[in-house]
């Protein structure tokens, strides 16, 4: 089996990916974000067992030349790398277009020249914006609320049309709320765990009235590996989703239970996005995901989140990760 190589393999559910993957008996070259730190992100603190099994490559997606050079010598490419903050993404647009649309163009053009076998892009389910239809299937139009999910809808129109004009074998996964371990205070589940954990019980949040639909980050990583095997896959967009929806005050509520504690959620102003901008509903149907990939979540319904959420909580109270987190601040 030729080298896999993971972009954004220093993120959330990269260094998650990355893990698995590894465990699987891929060979795989884990692309990171050049800095001066020579930091990988959250693989400086990968599992024990993984440690030292996986290539790093430090470069930056909006280079195409940098891109070209990780990619040789791959057969396949999870390409996860991208900017993801939407709060961010309201004052510093440029940065969006930059990295996820011309960086996945760098990924595809670097992938059809070096006639990779397989490229899974990466999309999410801001795409779809406010839920037209319950739940959503990939058939939903999509809707670009904010310069997050505009630059994505953008990255994933790209992708597909490699696929449709010139047959790049190019996946499309579209992986609704991913949550768990190592995942940013940007993100409302560790925002409220991390405010927990700190002894607050006052927590200050933005809308809580919203719905989405949460997938812990295993199930989300199994989701990428069926999406990389199956050659069903090849010119598809496929959801990744719990089919199952929960309200952000209700999640606040299951995660102080949880956590064994009493919580008031509080309105913070500055963590409101625009009225038009905020996306209500997300509820996904996974009968593609299943039909296709023979993917279902283990961590689905309210047991499953119940479950994920426990195994969360408990990684974000762990003192040394906890450490790692400005809790008190409102993290863009």
């Known amino acids: 089996m030729k080298k896999l190589l993971v972009t954004g393999a220093d993120g959330f559910i990269g260094s998650h990916l990355t893990e698995e993957l590894v465990r699987q008996g891929y060979d795989v070259r884990a692309f990171v974000l050049y800095n001066s730190f020579n930091s990988w992100g959250w ?18 997606i909006r280079d ?23 709060p961010y993404s309201y004052h510093s647009p440029d940065t969006y277009v930059d990295t996820n649309i011309k960086g996945t163009l760098n990924v595809l ?26 739940p ?14 505009a630059s994505k809808i953008g990255a994933d129109q790209i992708a597909l049309s490699f696929y449709r004009s010139f047959g790049t074998p190019v996946s499309v996964i579209r992986p609704f709320n991913t949550y768990g371990p190592r995942q940013s205070a940007r993100a409302v589940i560790p925002t409220i765990i991390t405010q927990i954990a700190n002894g607050k019980r ?21 989701g990428f590996i069926a999406m ?6 090849i010119g598809e967009v496929i959801n990744i989703g719990s089919n199952f929806e929960i309200s952000i005050g209700d999640t606040a509520r299951t995660i102080a239970e949880a ?44 047991e499953g989140f119940r479950r994920g959420l426990a195994k969360t909580s408990e990684w974000f109270r762990e003192p040394s990760n906890l450490a790692a987190y400005k809790a008190d601040i409102y993290n863009l």
């Open 109 to 134: 053009q670097a992938a059809r020249d070096l006639d990779v076998s397989k490229i899974v892009h990466t999309s999410t389910s801001e795409v779809y914006g406010t839920a037209q239809f319950v």
């Open 202 to 222: 006052q927590i200050k949040l933005g809308a809580v009235h919203p719905t989405r639909d949460f997938n812990y980050v295993a199930d989300t990583v199994l």
């Open 64 to 86: 195409p030349n940098g891109v070209r050079t990780a990619m040789k010598d791959c057969d396949r490419v999870l390409h996860l790398a991208a900017l993801i903050a939407i």
């Open 259 to 302: 956590m064994g504690v009493e919580i008031e959620v509080v309105t913070d102003e500055q963590r409101l996005r625009p009225g038009k901008s905020e996306v209500e509903r997300l509820w996904a149907s996974n009968d593609k995901a299943y039909n296709l990939l023979g993917w279902t979540p283990k961590y689905g319904g309210l």
């Open 136 to 149: 959503i299937t990939e058939q939903h139009p999509l809707q670009g609320q904010s310069p997050y999910s």
């Open 228 to 233: 990389l095997q199956a050659d069903a896959s």
């Open 43 to 60: 693989l400086d603190h990968c599992a024990e067992d993984v440690g030292g099994q996986f290539e790093v490559f430090a470069g930056d």
